[in-house]
């Protein structure tokens, strides 16, 4: 932990300014720019830096990693901010690939929470994710960062992160998730992660199929539009690597450090942002090899320990899973058996999760979550048991005592996989 120094001016440590936050507003998810964009102007948020924005149902947090580690290789400056986080707030802002400290963050809170009041008494209420946001932008301001990678919190047109001007903008994929803020269709999603394209400005689309609503918003704002195969494409090239073409342009490459086929999406996705940002930006190809090989993200497909065999896997939509499957299958032992550590939130859609893994599963340990949003064990039992009648299962109250349990009974060809929710892997996180 960052150590505190006595004239730090910040009356609060970071856990108060934590909990601070999360009650100045009352609703935690907020839809609207409006209130940003006039903090923005009240603290003189506008950067003179280079900004991607990474939208997407998922592979966000993945292709976010991928360029912060390329442009980190690279010599740059990296400011990059990513939500959730697993085990502590700082792992949300970064500067070349280290979590800032405590400190630093008091202070970035400090000058929001200043700027929200302003001197004339007109107060401005703000989210958790909205002064989040702002915080982690004043930071890499104050820093003085040569490139800002900022990951969308929920959607992309309203999140606060689209109150700031990217200069490349990514949809990685397009998926059922959130519908409660963003609908019920890909059709609804695409168009408001489409919300972060920008006219003239290089907007990647890593969905191979993508709705019409997000392809026709970006023609109708004269957006750089490019979609994976077609504008640019990856294919694979042996067993170890991998070749990205865009045009005259073509990189080979090594497979990416994160596990799974869809990470060679992402991977294109990032080499393709980069690519477009090399008069901004300069990066050689050695700088990308590097970096597909040094890249690591938790709880992505993570392998925790070896022994017992453990898996992380903050899948928690069925697009997710379904990805998770395929890894899952990939990795299959002729002897042992997986065992899943599995809880979920409440809100999400469990059946479509449960359908897409449940061959790749032998016993299943089910656990409730301590949080309001969570589903009870006997909740998702009830779901695993109809849509597989078959399957065997153990409930516990969390998934820490699900995991302590695993650990004890399997054998030593066994797996244990951990997965559903960010909460479920950060639960398990604490034990290591």
Same mark, same amino acid.
């Given at each position: ?70 442009y980190t290789n690279a010599g740059y400056q990296v400011g990059c901010y990513t939500s959730p986080h697993l085990l502590r707030y700082n792992e949300r802002v970064r500067i070349n ?101 920008? &006219? /003239?400005?290089?907007? @990647?689309?890593?969905? %191979?199929?993508? !709705? ?5 918003? $970006? ?86 320990? &070896? /022994?017992?065999?453990? @898996?992380?896997?903050? %899948?928690?939509? !069925? ?5 998770? $499957? ?68 153990k409930t516990f109250q969390n998934a820490d005592i699900a995991y302590q349990q695993a650990c004890i009974d399997v054998g030593e060809n066994d797996k244990i996989l951990v997965f ?13």
């Amino acid at each position: 932990m960052a150590h505190h120094m006595h004239n730090s001016k910040s009356t609060k440590n970071l856990a108060e300014w934590l909990s601070y936050i999360e009650s100045l507003h009352p609703k935690s998810i907020a839809m609207g720019l409006d209130r940003v964009r006039q903090m923005i102007d009240r603290l003189e948020l506008h950067p003179k830096f280079t900004i991607i924005t990474v939208a997407g149902t998922n592979g966000k947090g993945s292709t976010c990693a991928m360029l912060e580690q390329i442009y980190t290789n690279a010599g740059y400056q990296v400011g990059c901010y990513t939500s959730p986080h697993l085990l502590r707030y700082n792992e949300r802002v970064r500067i070349n690939k280290q979590e800032v400290s405590d400190d630093a963050l008091c202070a970035a809170f400090e000058a929001v929470d200043a700027g929200r009041i302003g001197a004339n008494g007109e107060v401005i209420s703000l989210t958790y994710f909205e002064v989040g946001t702002l915080a982690a932008m004043w930071h890499f301001m104050q820093t003085g960062v040569d490139v800002a990678i900022l990951e969308i919190g929920l959607g992309g047109r309203l999140d606060a992160v689209n109150a700031f001007e990217p200069n490349c903008s990514i949809v990685t994929s397009i998926d059922l998730d959130h519908q409660e803020f963003l609908g019920n269709t890909r059709e609804s999603i695409g168009f408001e992660k489409a919300g972060v394209y920008r &006219t /003239s400005v290089p907007a @990647i689309c890593g969905d %191979a199929n993508p !709705p019409l609503s997000l392809v026709t918003f $970006a023609h109708e704002v004269k957006a750089n539009f490019k979609r994976v195969h077609h504008d640019f494409d990856f294919s694979l090239d042996g067993v170890d690597s991998w070749q990205y073409s865009a045009g005259e342009v073509t990189y080979r490459l090594p497979i990416p450090a994160l596990k799974g086929a869809y990470q060679l999406n992402n991977a294109a996705c990032a080499v393709s942002a980069v690519d477009s940002l090399q008069s901004r930006l300069p990066v050689t190809s050695s700088h990308i090899e590097s970096a597909m090989r040094q890249v690591s993200l938790a709880g992505r497909f993570q392998t925790a320990s &070896t /022994s017992p065999h453990v @898996i992380l896997d903050v %899948a928690h939509n !069925p697009h997710a899973a379904r990805a998770l $499957a395929v890894n899952l299958n990939a990795s299959r032992t002729p002897q042992g058996q997986t065992v899943a550590v599995f809880a979920m939130l409440a809100d999400k859609d469990i059946q479509g999760v449960v359908q897409a893994v449940k061959d790749e599963i032998d016993l299943w340990y089910i656990a409730g979550i301590d949080n309001v949003r969570g589903a009870s064990a006997e909740e998702l039992a009830a779901i695993v048991s109809e849509i597989d009648p078959h399957a065997k299962f153990k409930t516990f109250q969390n998934a820490d005592i699900a995991y302590q349990q695993a650990c004890i009974d399997v054998g030593e060809n066994d797996k244990i996989l951990v997965f559903g929710s960010f909460y479920t892997v950060a639960s398990v996180m604490q034990s290591f």
